[in-house]
């Protein structure tokens, strides 16, 4: 995420005190960028968002949102014990609450068409990438609390596209066979990353990125990461 510092709709013209709050749950499996975000958006006083929890994988998360019920939850898609689609379907009841729903907001650094997809079937009323600025992420914060939906403006064509087909997309088994974290990798040595810029951007080890590429030439029987990109050129993930 940009560094900016945060300002939005919640705060008061004078620049003083906001008139307005949102209480937000933030999960994501990097300690590091949950610690990022609630410096950029955290301070009440300026944004009036209030961070009344964090959550690192699937089952602390739905602890977390049950026991707090936050207005909204920045949700990572990619999260140890199912992802981001889990926690939205475990979360449904309060998602559906006739009162005080709790609405998701999926911040990723994903960019993929199959990840959008999967979290706004799943319930979520928008979806942010990483590098969205403090400001536009407390902006649309406000906004996903009222009730509207919010995109990254390249995402957006890929929830129209798919909503617009009353086709259900093809399955892929060999893309099924790969983990979240394992297509993240694919798709980032198919666009031409370095081990070390991929470790950068997701917030890993370049020996955990090996492991990932190592994995998914195994489960995709391919040679090198030559054929890994053309096999990912072809099924457009790149």
Request: hydrophobic share 45%.
């Amino acid at each position: 995420m940009n560094g900016q510092n945060a300002g939005t709709q919640g705060q008061g013209q004078d620049g003083g005190a906001v008139d307005r709050r949102v209480r937000v749950v933030l999960v994501d499996d990097h300690r590091m960028f949950r610690a990022g975000v609630q410096a950029e958006i955290g301070d009440t006083a300026v944004t009036g968002v209030e961070v009344v929890g964090e959550a690192a994988d699937v089952d602390q998360a739905v602890t977390v949102i049950t026991a707090t019920r936050p207005e909204v939850v920045l949700l990572d898609v990619h999260l140890p014990g199912g992802g981001g689609v889990e926690v939205l379907r475990r979360c449904a009841p309060l998602m559906a609450a006739a009162e005080h729903p709790v609405r998701f907001l999926a911040l990723s650094v994903s960019d993929a068409a199959e990840d959008v997809i999967g979290v706004i079937r799943g319930g979520a009323r928008g979806y942010v990438t990483k590098t969205i600025t403090g400001t536009d992420l407390v902006d649309s914060v406000f906004r996903v609390q009222d009730g509207d939906a919010v995109f990254s403006p390249r995402l957006a064509g890929f929830v129209l596209d798919a909503f617009a087909s009353t086709d259900a997309p093809p399955v892929d088994e060999d893309l099924d066979r790969l983990t979240q974290r394992e297509r993240e990798v694919l798709r980032l040595i198919a666009r031409g990353y370095a081990y070390k810029e991929i470790a950068k951007q997701l917030f890993i080890s370049v020996k955990t990125v090996e492991s990932h590429v190592s994995a998914v030439l195994r489960k995709l029987q391919l040679s090198n990461r030559h054929e890994l990109t053309r096999w990912a050129t072809a099924r457009r993930l790149v």
